[in-house]
């Protein structure tokens, strides 16, 4: 009898001791906001007779960061802000009808659907870009340069095919294919 009974009084103090421990919540998940002033997405177009390069500035947009992963995010490019290795002639044809049209599609966006880690610092990242009102899917691999408690840097490389977007001036002459590079800060 004085077994059962001091099991059921240790059980009660267990019990007791457990529910005024508090409960670990899992972190939430964080948001950086990009560093317009730093981030840029840069890109190398092709032709038969050579190549040109140039930027766009990143206008806005969040980063989402889980227990010290990147999660998700969104951000704007600024394509009234290109700049071409050629100057003011080429910037005018990439702005006018033939390529971006930015009297009428002055931004893209790209929003990330899905994040996949593949190693510690490097992830498969899956999202949406937006340009001239048209949705495609991309996919890339990122380097994820640096992410603590006040900033975020991750930078990606990678190939498009841009008459999925209706930029098809030239075909034939121009290369489909545009190599990107994505370098996107972020700060909390």
Known sequence: ?????????????LASLYSF?????AN????????????KVEFIGSKKAGYHNGSFAVKGGTISVDNGKLTGGKFVIDL?????????????HLKSPDFFDVAKFAEATYEITAVNYT????????GNLSLKGVTVPV?????????????????????????????????GMVSNDVQVAVFLFANK
Not at 28 to 39: I, M, R
């Open 119 to 126: 190693s510690a610092t490097t992830a498969d990242i899956t």
């Open 80 to 92: 009234a802000s290109v700049k071409a290795d050629a100057g003011e002639k080429l910037e005018g």
């Open 1 to 13: 009898m004085k077994k059962i009974l001091l099991s059921i009084v240790f059980t009660a103090a």
């Open 139 to 171: 996919k890339f691999s990122t380097v994820i340069r640096n992410i603590d408690d006040k900033k975020f840097f991750a930078q990606a490389n990678f190939s498009i095919d841009r008459t999925l977007w209706a930029l098809n001036y030239g075909i």
């Open 21 to 25: 421990t508090p409960i670990k919540k």
């Open 28 to 39: 939430a998940a964080v948001t950086y906001t990009v560093a317009t002033d730093a981030s």
